[in-house]
Each structure stands twice: as structure tokens, then as C-alpha cells.
């Protein structure tokens, strides 16, 4: 097993807050439970008082075992959620009772790992933190830029340095190089990474490593792409359509209802009403959303498996991401009588689209497939998107 090992440098500092935590993770969401897990819970019976306090699920006996809560949806084994969307052993003071009766060990991977995400290569080992943690967004806040032990993503010279036969690995932290960079707006950050992303797609390499890193060409790039001509009304309207699109199924399931049903009423009546204002007031949590794309590249792109097709459609996925969070901060803004967007806003919208996105690489390609003309989009399409 390879001894290197990146990682964020706040990775060891993570500790869950458990009943402090204002976004928890043990609400509305799927939470899966691995095969080894079901097994084990086939033996371990259900904590007694469920029934006395109202978390014991339809049809289940008092003295059933763990493994009766699983359920299926969606092909994927889940604890099933009771009516109010909260699982069965939260407890009121937002801890979990498997842990309290059984220790961590109970836990199914998924509760025992979250938001922790680890990724084996055969040369390194990648260790990540997720964005649908509110505590997570905290420390993304909390700094200017994001540092990684193993990995340097702001030094040119490392990139024109590294091994060319590990193509994936060079083009991610080529994005996240690019994406990190604070003299230009996430917007053209993100833009400058596609187009160069979507050049290396169609080589098939990494060859031109020394343009896509060589000040004069990549100031050259941004400055046409800031030039384009742009309808930002024509743009907004788009992201309103992508953003009902997006959380159609869980409005359906009545999932995140609190946060989606003022956002989806406010997007069907929707207006493009104060945009410039919008801007300024955005632009306040530009190191926050550019340490978010930043740590969703590092997390995202590069999955044991992917090839280069595969990393242009989780890039996709992420500028759709990105673009749904602006949205929904957008009707947030519109919507606020003072006009106002906090802190504790714009952490809620990360973490919220991010669980509403967080799809595996499987249903990404089939979601970009049955919605555009084509999975891989073309430039335009990605500029109208963030325009
Ligand atoms: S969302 Fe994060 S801090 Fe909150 S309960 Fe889950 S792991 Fe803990």
C-alpha cells in the first residue's frame, strides 16, 4: 500500500459536532448501509423506547432486529426514514442512539466515515472532506485560500515538473491550479479551467502543459473570455429552469421541504429583477465559493476508475452545482425583504445543493445525457450556464 498521502491541510482538525450541528446529516438524506453492516445488524435488536417515543417506523415490531429499518430505494439500501424525514435513531438531543447503545462500530461506512471520503490509487492515497457538511463550509470560510499536505496547487513549476504518464491526476491539478487562482472571479476561473479542460479531451493528453500554464496565454484566454458577449438576464432565466429541474424529485419525495418549497415558489414566479445588486452582494463570499471549487475538484474529478470523458462530465456537474448554489442564493436574496444574504445562508445553500447533487458518476452521465443535446457540452453552453 503507496505511503504518500494528500490531503487537506484541515483534514485531521474535522470533528463531527453531533447535537451542536445546524444542517444535520442524520435528516432527509439516503443514508445507504453497506452490505457487512446489514449482515451485522441482522443480530443486534432495535433500542427498546422507540415505540414510547414515537420513532419506531409503520409496520415494525419493538423487539425487531437493526437489519428490519433497511430499506430499498432507488437499487440502494437505506435506513428508512420516518414521516418527519429524520432517521429512527436520532435522538432528541441530535445524537445518535446506535452509537450511545453499541459504540461508533454499529455505525453502517457511510455514518461512520461521512463527510470523510478516501481514494486508493496505486501510487497515493487521496483523503477528502465533502461539501454537505456544514461544518466543512466552516472551514472553507475560515481560510484565504485552501493548503493540502502532498500537493502544492498554486506552483506552476510543479505542474510543468510532473510526470507526464499520469495524465489524469496532471489535468486535475491543472483545474484545481487554475480554480485557486484569486486574480480573476470563479466565473472566469471556472471557464479558463473548461476550456483547457475540454482541449486536453479532445488531445488526449496533457502535452501543451507549458501553455496552460504560462501567464501571457492564460491572461490572453480570460481576457477573451470576459469579452464575450453576454445576455446575463437570458443566463439567470437558465439557471432558474436548471435549478426547478434539479430539485423536482426531492420536492416530489418531500425531501428538504423547510428550504426548497420557499426557493421552488419563488423560482415558478420568478423575475430577473436586481441582478447588479445581486453581483456586489455575491461577491462578498467569493474566497468561500472559490475554496469550495477548489475542494470539489480535489474531491470530485479524479475518482479511482475515471478516465478523461468522465472527468469533463463531473467538471459539468460541478459547474452545475455551482451554478444552482448561486441561484438559490439569488431567491434567497430576491425574497428577503431587507435584501440581505449571511454567512448562515450561503453554508445552508452550499451544503443543500450539494446533498441534492451528491449522484454518483453513473447517474451524473445518464442526468446529462437525458437533458442536453449532447453529455459534453460545448463551450457555449457551460458560459451561457454561468453567464
Ligand atoms: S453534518 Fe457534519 S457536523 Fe453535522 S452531524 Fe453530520 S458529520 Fe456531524
Redesign the pocket.
Known amino acids: 500500500m503507496s505511503t504518500i498521502e494528500i490531503k487537506p491541510d484541515y483534514y485531521d482538525d474535522f470533528h463531527?459536532?453531533?447535537g451542536e450541528?445546524s444542517?444535520?446529516?442524520?435528516q432527509e438524506w439516503k443514508i445507504s448501509v453497506d452490505r457487512d453492516t446489514k449482515k451485522r445488524w441482522r443480530s443486534i435488536t432495535a433500542p427498546e423506547d422507540l415505540k414510547q417515543n414515537e420513532r419506531l417506523p409503520e409496520g415494525l415490531s419493538e423487539h425487531c432486529s437493526l437489519n428490519h429499518f433497511i430499506k430499498k430505494v432507488d437499487d440502494t439500501d437505506v435506513i428508512g426514514l420516518l414521516p418527519n424525514m429524520k432517521c429512527p435513531f436520532l435522538e432528541g438531543d441530535h445524537l445518535c442512539r446506535l452509537v450511545k447503545d453499541h459504540g461508533e462500530e454499529v455505525l453502517s461506512v457511510t455514518c461512520h466515515e461521512?463527510?470523510r471520503e478516501t481514494h486508493s490509487f496505486s501510487d497515493r492515497t487521496e483523503r477528502a472532506l465533502v461539501s454537505?457538511?456544514?461544518?466543512i463550509v466552516d472551514c472553507w470560510n475560515e481560510r484565504k485560500e485552501l493548503g493540502f499536505t502532498g500537493l502544492d496547487i498554486r506552483d506552476p513549476e510543479a505542474l510543468r515538473n510532473a510526470p507526464e504518464n499520469d495524465t489524469l491526476k496532471l489535468t486535475r491539478d491543472l483545474m484545481m491550479f487554475h480554480l485557486s487562482d484569486k486574480s480573476s472571479d470563479n466565473r472566469t476561473n471556472l471557464l479558463t479551467a473548461f476550456f483547457i479542460l475540454m482541449d486536453i479531451y479532445s488531445k488526449g493528453s496533457v502535452d501543451a502543459i507549458e501553455d496552460y500554464t504560462d501567464p501571457a496565454s492564460i491572461r490572453k484566454l480570460k481576457d477573451s473570455i470576459v469579452n464575450l458577449e453576454r445576455d446575463a438576464e437570458d443566463s439567470l432565466t437558465e439557471r432558474n429552469e436548471l435549478f426547478l429541474d434539479m430539485t423536482e424529485n426531492y420536492a416530489r419525495e418531500g425531501r428538504y421541504t423547510s428550504f426548497l418549497k420557499p426557493l421552488r415558489d419563488a423560482a415558478e414566479n420568478f423575475n430577473a429583477n436586481d441582478l447588479k445588486e445581486f453581483q456586489t452582494v455575491i461577491s462578498s463570499y467569493e474566497t468561500l465559493l472559490r475554496n469550495y471549487l477548489v475542494s470539489e475538484t480535489f474531491s470530485n474529478l479524479l475518482i479511482p476508475g475515471m478516465d478523461l470523458r468522465d472527468m469533463v462530465l463531473q467538471f459539468e456537474w460541478m459547474m452545475m452545482e455551482y451554478a444552482s448554489i448561486i441561484h438559490s442564493l439569488y431567491l434567497q436574496w430576491i425574497s428577503s425583504s431587507e435584501h440581505e444574504l449571511t454567512y448562515e445562508t450561503v453554508r445552508n445553500m452550499i451544503v443543500l445543493i450539494s446533498r441534492l447533487t451528491g449522484y454518483d458518476a453513473s447517474d451524473i452521465e445518464e442526468y446529462l445525457t437525458n437533458s442536453f443535446e449532447s453529455a459534453i457540452w460545448d463551450f457555449g453552453y457551460a458560459d451561457y450556464l454561468l453567464g
Do not use: S, Y
Open positions: 463531527c459536532i453531533g450541528c444542517f444535520t446529516c442524520c461521512f463527510p454537505c457538511c456544514p461544518e
